[in-house]
């Protein structure tokens, strides 16, 4: 059997692109295709995102619709009221006027935390004491 090099390519090439059409096609007929569970949104405009932690501990994504609101200096801050998306509530947002700013990490004390803590520390001391570093039981 006597084959060319450009006789291979070609068969090669229009046997990929069939696999190519092929799986195109399967992808646009499956059943999920089209199909009105997606939780995809329609990107809106003007709408600045911010993820946010409310006092419950829960973080959330909060829309700040960038449209209309109102800045104004005040003291050494710079100051925007700008409103929530989802219901409405006015947002300040303030950056200070001059120089670097940092944001702020919470410092919440969580007393479990602390007496997990406390605990592990007596666990580690009592370890050191017995210049070992296991636990065994007795049953």
Do not use: H
């Amino acid at each position: 059997m006597n084959l060319n090099i450009y006789t291979l390519l070609k068969k090669v090439t229009i046997g990929l692109t069939l696999v190519y059409i092929g799986l195109v096609f399967s992808q646009a007929t499956s059943p999920d295709a089209g199909s009105s569970d997606c939780v995809c949104e329609e990107p809106m405009n003007n709408v600045w995102y911010k993820l946010s932690t409310g006092e419950d501990g829960i973080q959330r994504t909060v829309k700040l619709d960038m449209q209309m609101g109102k800045s104004y200096s005040e003291d050494s801050y710079y100051v925007m009221e700008l409103r929530d998306v989802e219901n409405g509530d006015i947002i300040f947002v303030a950056f200070p006027a001059n120089g670097i700013w940092e944001s702020e990490i919470p410092k919440a004390k969580d007393p479990f935390l602390d007496a997990l803590d406390k605990e592990f520390k007596n666990l580690e001391d009592y370890l050191k004491s017995r210049q070992s570093d296991e636990i065994e039981k007795n049953y």
